[in-house]
């Protein structure tokens, strides 16, 4: 399974993007889908994941409220709605598929991910 991360870019403060994965695979419909990222000297960090079924849901703390993960199986697409934008949200963002099924927010236990894309959100 190969994923694609798309959407990033530069932002103001209280601005919004839209983060989209693209996996390769028909597979991808079984797999729960996360969202992590990871900003300049800090590790990476779980965002948002969702289940298979796109019933379930599992957020950070620090994003609850603000952004909005959903996924689009006939296009085997995941997006990452990112509202009201800090300039601590900056980071490079990367989608994750786990075989489980299961949205968890442990990044070792995601076996796939894409390449990453960078947002910035400035003050």
């Known amino acids: 399974v190969q994923l694609q991360a798309s959407g990033g870019g530069l932002v103001q403060a209280g601005g919004s993007l839209r983060l989209s994965c693209t996996a390769t695979?028909?597979?991808?419909?079984?797999?729960?889908m996360g969202w992590f990222r990871r900003a300049p000297g800090k590790e990476r960090e779980f965002v948002a994941a969702i289940r298979y079924t796109g019933r379930t849901t599992n957020y950070a703390d620090a994003v609850k409220g603000r952004f909005t993960i959903s996924r689009d199986s006939g296009k085997n697409t995941v997006h990452l709605q990112m509202n009201s934008l800090k300039p601590e949200d900056t980071a490079v963002y990367y989608c994750a598929a786990d075989r489980t099924h299961i949205p968890t927010t442990h990044a070792s236990n995601y076996d796939y991910w894409g390449q990453g894309t960078l947002v910035t959100v400035s003050s």
């Open positions: 695979a028909p597979t991808f419909l079984t797999y729960a």
